[in-house]
């Protein structure tokens, strides 16, 4: 009889009210100590711990905790610490930390990327010119923490050696080899350390096999964990994969470990073990209910996977989520203003924990003993079918009757610059920003007021209309050329449509980590979604009725929305993404009525939602062109369409990119260091570009000559008639007086430069 046992892979950090972000901001600003910011973030630590036990979890996650990201904290394990920050060896300090990840006043940060098809985004370590040593072990350091205080013994878990490397930078391929000789040693001191002190089982993450690797890597994997399984032998080492199913399904099975973590929800992975069984004896750790969206199992379902699952595995079975839970939300139970129908169905981490839970008990003791949980689980599903949220037929009807000609400008770009150039009159080099202006405590407060009813709707209306004509006013100071009139009525970029959209609802604290303590709360999308009134046009004719100088409209992209929402589960992805464009379409069509020629529609999640296995890419990036085309394509020839991304690497989206067809395209880059430049060396393209001047992601204003020598090092391969200058993205997390000063700078180098011409 096959052992069953249930796990975790990971708790979200942010404790249930943001407590987390709190206590690092105070921090940062100077707020608190250290040593309070320690004791903070132990209460958060232990408690979650704590909360796992408490749903009968037996093997729970230690060292998924960090400071800021996780992949920072493996550079830091490792000593990895760039020049610029004159690290000399030993323990590293908070400070330096917190330097690498948000840069201080003598040093730019590192890159930040997303985690692999996710809005989570890593601190990417710099491997160039430094000598990697174990600073700290901290799994174990986790690991004796919740041993001692709460009497746990964890399973300590921190990212493995292949993924590790391949998400850093600084190194060229055929140095891997090398490499992984380098830290295979130190990867055995850390797992050594661990054997030692009594640990039984680790978690070692390989996201990395859901992506194509070349037999090369598969041959380097095999050696790095063979030296490992030969170091400590009597270690449960599972090598956990997620977010896809493993593209080289069988070499990763034959790893020479304890176990293997497959997720069951995203890609195939069933199929595989139909068609590929699974090796004997190793223990099957089996992730079946979504890590990364917050519908409720539907446990009759889960369970009768599981029980298919059991039969390939003649070890343990483990039963766990997908992926950890840092992507989806802490707990649900703070929500009180949501329609019971689909509060009943949703699943945060805490409610996921006690599926499996449920499932585990299921499995161990059979269906019946569970009957109860499996009665309410398809109850909650049919009462969401028979609700109003399901079925819209007349936008259903729209997007059938939608032809060729719906998803294409009247005229090619090289036409329709002409008329845009002659109708906007801009200088070479205009200068803009991407949308959003600080969101200062004020704004944020009046929100709040507003929404608890302490203010009428009518006054805070008249609050962010001071908002606008107070930036207009600094705009037309500053010089810039094209203005935005700030997106001060908007809490997040998506959360905001979501808010306004028919067939979403949003959530009280459905926040999810992002990025450092920066954290979202993706709406729901729970039916079929349409347009119901214009959303964004009082705002931006407000702005526009007080200047001359053009203001863009500004709207979150289909691919966007429906990347940063839950979508609900029996809902067809593409179907929705077309319907969001649809709506979106509306909105772009009643800022052109307005008199709004310019109008940006930001895409910074199309290469976030990438399929990690390349074969599934086209598809995806077809639907993401369409439903940017369906939302831009109805505009008049001289409107001028705008895009903006981040974060991305462009390479292997760059046709989709320039397929997106918008007019203008303004892309994060000084944050990667101008990497993405070379996209544009080894690419032709004719659109008009804005490649980010400066890093707003940092408190740090770049200096004059920073940012005119990250202009000119793009008018190297850009021309100057196509070439925009703008920050990186949106200035909503910066103070006021910064994002003046870094703003006047930029006009300035425009300026300069533009003397050149
Ligand atoms: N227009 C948005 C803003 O400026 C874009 C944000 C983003 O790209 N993430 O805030
Ligand atoms: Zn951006």
Known sequence: MTKVISSNLGYPRIGEKREWKQALELYWNKSITEQELGVRTDKIRLNNIKKQQDKGIDLIPVGDFSFYDHVLDTSIMFGIVPSRFHYEGGKIDLDTYFAIARGNKDAVASKM??????????????????????????????YKEAKSKLGVDGKPIFLGPLTFLKLSQGYEEEDLSDLIDTFTPLYITILQELEESGVSWVQVDEPIFGMNLSEYELELTHKVYQSIRQAVPSLKIIIQTYF???????????????????????????????????????????????????????VEQKLSLLEEIVRYSDNTLIVQPSCSLLHVPVSKTLENEIDPIILDRLSFADERLEEIAILTKGLRTGRS???????????????????????????????TSLSEADFTRTLPFSERIKEQRKQLGLPLLPTTTIGSLPQTQEVRQTRIKWRNGEISGQQYDQFIQQSIQKWISIQQDIGLDVFVHGEFERTDMVEYFGEKLKGFIVTKYGWVQSYGSRCVKPPLIVGDVSFKNPMTVKETIYAQSLTDKPVKGMLTGPITILNWSFVYEDVPRFTVLNQIALALRKEVEALEGHGINIIQVDEPALREGLPLDRDKQPAYLDAAVYAFRLATSSVKTETQIHTHMCYSDFKNIFNAIDNLDADVISIETSKSHGELIATFEENTYEKEIGLGVYDI?????????????????????????????????????????ETVDALKLMVQAAEEIRESY
């Open 244 to 298: 896809e199913s493993v593209t080289n399904y069988q070499s990763v099975c034959d790893l020479p470990v304890d176990g293997i973590g497959l997720d069951f929800v995203h890609g195939d992975t069933f199929s595989l073990l139909k068609k590929y069984g699974f090796p004997k004896g190793k223990v099957l750790a089996a992730g079946v209910v979504d890590g990364r969206n917050v519908w409720r199992a539907n």
């Open 369 to 399: 003993s569970i009957r109860n949980e499996i009665i309410e689980s398809n109850r909650s599903l049919h009462r969401v079918k028979e609700s109003s949220y399901r079925e819209n037929q007349n936008i259903k009807d729209e997007i």
């Open 697 to 737: 992601h940092s408190p740090r204003i770049p200096s004059l000559s920073e940012v005119k020598q990250n202009i000119n090092r793009a008018l190297q391969i850009i021309s100057p008639q196509q070439f925009w200058i703008n920050p990186d993205c949106g200035l909503k997390t910066r103070k006021e007086a």
């Open 113 to 142: 990327t997303k985690w692999f098809n996710t809005n989570y985004h890593y601190i990417v370590p710099e491997l160039k010119n430094v000598t990697p040593e174990i600073t700290e072990n901290l799994p174990l350091k986790y």
